[in-house]
């Protein structure tokens, strides 16, 4: 390579790069946080297992020994998601700073 085709940084550059490269690594660690992913699974899971006990036979039913098992199953799983989505909003990632 020639000297014309080097290219030498000040400061500024290297620390208004530096600042964008935290800033990408921060945002791609909040949007892949498992607690998003799990949380918004178990929500919708559950959302269609609870609909799916609401409008159970008296036949499904009594297969399960009288227990609505799809509508207690569906509420559990919708708790789980919640509980993973409020998680993650009171804590969420904080950038990890190196000095």
Not at 40 to 54: A, R
């Amino acid at each position: 390579m020639s000297e014309n085709s080097e290219h030498h940084y000040t400061e500024g550059e290297i620390a208004r790069e530096v600042t964008e490269l935290e800033t990408k690594s921060a945002t791609a660690s909040r949007i892949f946080d498992l607690r998003r992913i799990i949380g918004g699974l178990f929500v919708v899971y559950g959302v269609i297992v609870t609909i799916t006990g609401i409008t159970d036979s008296q036949s499904a039913i009594d297969k399960a020994q009288g227990v609505n098992i799809n509508l207690w199953t569906g509420v559990g799983m919708l708790a789980l998601g919640v509980f993973f989505l409020v998680w993650l909003k009171l804590r969420p990632v904080a950038p990890q700073r190196e000095d």
